[in-house]
């Protein structure tokens, strides 16, 4: 029997659990492609852009990217206080493969959708 400590651990270095799922996220890869758009931006623009995330959310999101260090975050010491969010190296990296991704789902979504709705009606039949 495998001890709860040694499955975390297998947990812990499977990269899809361990880092796509961190910008896998409603989100975050709005956020990044915005962020790689612009360029260095502001809070208040990037809420701008996006009028239906929460500040909260925003913010959250913002924190998990830079704790991964696909965002940097510069601060301004300025009155008022300027910060302004950026990509990274690391982020600009994942740009072209959220292109790429953005390219597949427009190709296969009318067939996903089609199949969802088959299994959904599928389901109340049952």
């Known amino acids: 029997m495998i001890k709860k400590e040694e499955k975390n651990s297998i947990i812990e270095i499977c990269p899809i659990r361990?880092?796509?799922?961190?910008?896998?996220n409603k989100w975050a890869l709005l956020l990044i492609l915005i962020l790689d758009e612009n360029g260095p931006i502001r809070f208040n623009q990037l809420s701008k852009q996006i009028p239906d995330i929460s500040t909260k959310v925003l913010a959250n999101t913002l924190h998990v990217l830079e704790?991964?260090?696909?965002?940097?975050?510069?601060?301004?010491?300025?009155?008022p206080l300027r910060v302004e969010y950026a990509l990274t190296d690391t982020g600009k990296s994942l740009v072209p493969i959220i292109h790429t991704l953005t390219e597949w789902a427009l190709q296969n979504m009318k067939p996903i959708l089609k199949h969802r709705r088959a299994a959904e009606k599928q389901a109340g039949k049952a």
């Open 67 to 79: 704790a991964d260090g696909l965002v940097s975050r510069t601060v301004f010491p300025e009155v």
């Open 18 to 24: 361990n880092v796509v799922a961190r910008f896998g």
